[in-house]
């Protein structure tokens, strides 16, 4: 998905304006909140924009899922600090709830701390540093971030909207359930609101975020419900949606996948992203998670009777706590079973707090990347014969704006997969953020090549 920050800049910074700098890491939930950031201060003079250097408030919008995130954070921080040495510098996102106070200690040039469900706060947070105190607020008041926001701005033609937060799941590897808090959803009416404001801005995808999306529930109304409402917004054309738990995949969202003369859901697009993590019954109940890799499989197969060639990704965790090399391949084989669009594959990372963190027989990091390596050729495979198939078709791409390669655009396919194309004699700026008709010539490892009919 692409990050549409930068895209914002361009339409922002009036003359006198504050300068705001934003750096969103992780998942998309966080790239929604970094826009919703910068919509936030937008009435308090700041101005969204690209370079660090000369910004008055610099903020980290954090991820904490796993190590090398939260390196990445301090790394920057200094970074940042010595660019724009007179900048208020603030840590929000999970990093930011998850260590708290600490951040002070650890970076003492950090004036504002907060958490994914305090975003909202910032201007209150900010008064109190420009007197040159410390402000901090790592509360979870659930839902006032949404609505205490101001309806987002759009900055394309594809938009992510928040609808669940949290999860109540707790895998023992992960640290959401303690980051963004338990799970809870949004009413249906304000996501309704939000995307008709978004869709008379131009805005023609929608793709609905949550930890665990799948769970949304609010006066009986669930994903695939919510996916007909939104579906059913004049001028929403695509609706998409991410993160699902195996265990919320419900019959009717299943069947929402099905071709409309079966009583699909015509704007659901051909993609679902359902983690496994790992292929062994044994790690995933070491993991937590309360389903077994043949009812993950089934799920599978559900959605492809019904819907054969949808895209299915997937995340996995290789060398987590105990992984015998025989547990990792069944992940490998599992893998090759479904045939991957292409999945993210992550080695484990003990993260503190959580309980795999203190289970024995943690693997060793050269085991852990040799077994990553393994797992992504396996996944590799499976996304360029999947990209393969589409060779000679003629698909509807939503058009996101101009490709690497001078006289080419580039854009989204149903299956979510990137197109650059030629178009011909056709204005290419009039041809961002529609949907049009290319004929795809060849495919690349993990994107297409075509030609705009
Ligand atoms: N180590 C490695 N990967 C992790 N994930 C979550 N926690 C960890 C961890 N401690 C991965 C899972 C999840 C994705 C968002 O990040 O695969 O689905
Ligand atoms: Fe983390 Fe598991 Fe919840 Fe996903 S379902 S956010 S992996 S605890």
Do not use: W
């Not at 934003?22 to 937008?42: F, P």
């Not at 805005?203 to 059913?232: F, M, P, R």
């Amino acid at each position: 998905m692409p990050i549409r920050i930068a895209d914002a800049v361009t339409e922002a910074a009036p003359q006198g304006a504050k300068r705001l700098f934003v750096k969103s890491y992780g998942c998309q939930m966080n790239v929604y909140d970094g826009i919703r950031l910068a919509d936030l201060m937008k009435p308090h003079g700041y101005a969204l924009v690209e370079e660090v250097e000369g910004a008055d408030l610099v903020v980290l919008n954090t991820c904490h899922i796993r190590e090398k995130a939260d390196d990445k954070l301090f790394s920057d921080l200094g970074r940042f600090k010595k660019a724009a040495p007179q900048a208020i510098l603030a840590v929000g996102g999970c990093t930011g709830q998850a260590l708290g106070a600490k951040i002070f200690q650890q970076e003492s040039a950090v004036k504002i701390v907060f958490g994914p469900q305090t975003i909202q706060r910032l201007p209150t947070l900010l008064e109190k540093a420009l007197r040159g105190q410390r402000a901090i607020d790592t509360d979870f008041p659930e839902l006032e971030k949404f609505d205490r926001l101001p309806t987002p701005g759009a900055y394309g033609a594809s938009a992510f909207v928040t609808i669940q937060e949290g999860c109540d799941k707790f895998c023992t590897y992960c640290v959401v359930p303690y980051t963004r808090g338990a799970e809870i959803s949004r009413p249906h009416g304000d996501i309704v609101a939000e995307v008709q404001a978004l869709a008379a801005q131009g805005v023609k995808e929608i793709t609905l975020l949550g930890q665990n999306v799948n769970a949304y529930q609010h006066e009986g109304v669930g994903l695939a419900t919510l996916c007909q409402l939104v579906g059913a917004v004049p001028g929403i054309a695509r609706v998409r949606f991410t993160t699902s738990h195996p265990n919320n995949t419900t019959p009717d969202l299943i069947a929402a996948f099905a071709p409309v003369e079966q009583g699909g859901n015509p704007k659901l697009m051909p993609y679902f992203h359902l983690p496994v993590q790992a292929g062994s019954d044994t790690v995933l109940a070491r993991m937590n998670r309360n389903h077994t890799v043949a009812s993950y499989l089934e799920t599978i197969a559900a959605v492809r009777a019904v819907r054969p060639d949808v895209a299915i990704s997937g995340d996995f965790i290789v060398g987590f706590p105990g992984e015998t090399e025989e547990e990792f391949q069944q992940t490998l084989a599992v893998a090759a079973h479904v045939g991957y669009v292409g999945a993210y594959s992550f080695a484990y990372s003990p993260r503190p707090g959580t309980p795999a963190a203190e289970l024995p027989d943690q693997v060793d990091e050269v085991t852990k990347k040799t077994r990553l390596a393994a797992l992504q050729a396996v996944l590799d495979a499976g996304t360029a014969a999947f990209c393969e198939r589409f060779v000679g078709q003629t698909l509807e791409v939503l058009v996101e704006g101009p490709a690497k390669d001078a006289g080419q655009l580039r854009g989204r396919s149903p299956h979510n997969l990137p197109v650059n194309f030629t178009y011909g004699a056709a204005d290419p700026v009039a041809l961002v953020g529609q949907l049009v008709p290319v004929t795809i010539r060849r495919s690349t490892q993990r994107s297409l090549v075509g030609k705009m009919e």
